[in-house]
C-alpha cells in the first residue's frame, strides 16, 4: 500500500537555527499538508498546498514558516529561526481530492526538537 | 467549521464492542463525518467516513442518524492494539480540524 514517508525522524536544532523538514507524499495525490502535534496536545492544521499554492494556512503558519514543492516527489516545511515553542511532532499528509470527502494519508512525523 | 464533541476517555475489555459517540450540533449541509485513530508517536490515521445512515468497512462501522447532529463509531470485538486515540472530525474543506479525540484503553 503507497504510503506518505518523511525525514528525518528526529530533528535536534538550536533556537533560532533553520530547518526543513521533508515529506514524499503519495504520488497520485493533488493535496498536500502539514500537521504538527506538541506533546500531549492535540493535532493542529499547519497548511494545505494545491496546485502549487497555499490553499489555507492557520494562524500559527507565520512568516517563520514556509513550504515548497521543489519537484514532482518532495514536500517540505521549512522554519526560518526555530523557537523553543516549535518542539512538536510535524505531521506531513496528502490526499487525491478535498479532505472533506477524501482521506488525507498521514506520515509517521519528524520529531523536532529545539534547544 | 463545526465543532465536535466527544468523550475524554472509554475504558474496554478485549472482545468486546466499543461505540464512540460524538457530537456536532451544528453540522453543515456540505459536512462529512470522519474518524480517525491516532497511536502514541504516530500519525492519524483514517478509519472511516460518511455522510448520512450507516456505512461499514472491514475494521469499523458509523452509524449516523438522520438529523446527522451526531455520530458513533462502532468497533467490533476489540482488542488490545485497538488501545488508541479516537478522533471525530466533521467538515468539508481541506484542513482537518482535530478536537481532543477519546482516548480508549482496551485491557486484556
Known amino acids: 500500500e503507497p504510503e506518505v514517508t518523511q525525514t528525518p525522524s528526529h530533528q535536534v536544532t538550536q533556537m533560532g537555527q533553520e530547518v526543513i523538514l521533508r515529506c514524499v507524499p503519495i504520488s497520485n495525490h493533488l493535496y498536500f499538508y502539514w500537521y504538527r502535534q506538541i506533546l500531549g496536545q492535540k493535532v493542529e492544521f499547519l497548511v494545505s498546498f494545491y496546485n502549487n499554492e497555499i490553499s489555507e494556512k492557520s494562524e500559527i503558519f507565520d512568516d517563520q514558516f514556509s513550504v515548497e514543492r521543489p519537484d514532482g516527489s518532495n514536500f517540505t516545511l521549512k522554519i526560518r529561526s526555530t523557537k523553543l515553542e516549535d518542539s512538536a511532532m510535524y505531521f506531513c499528509a496528502s490526499s487525491p481530492g478535498l479532505a472533506g470527502t477524501d482521506t488525507q494519508y498521514f506520515g509517521p512525523g519528524t520529531r523536532l526538537t529545539v534547544l | 467549521l463545526a465543532k465536535t464533541t466527544q468523550p475524554i476517555s472509554m475504558d474496554s475489555y478485549e472482545g468486546q464492542e466499543v461505540n464512540i459517540t460524538c457530537s456536532h450540533n451544528n453540522i453543515a449541509t456540505n459536512d462529512y463525518i470522519t474518524w480517525y485513530q491516532q497511536f502514541p508517536s504516530q500519525g492519524p490515521r483514517f478509519i472511516i467516513q460518511g455522510y448520512k445512515t450507516k456505512v461499514t468497512n472491514e475494521v469499523a462501522s458509523l452509524f449516523i442518524p438522520a438529523d446527522r447532529k451526531s455520530s458513533t463509531l462502532s468497533l467490533p470485538r476489540v482488542s488490545l492494539s485497538d488501545t488508541a486515540v479516537y478522533y471525530c472530525?466533521?467538515?468539508?474543506?481541506?484542513?482537518?480540524?482535530f478536537g481532543t479525540g477519546t482516548r480508549l484503553q482496551v485491557f486484556p
Open positions: 472530525l466533521v467538515g468539508y474543506t481541506d484542513k482537518l480540524i
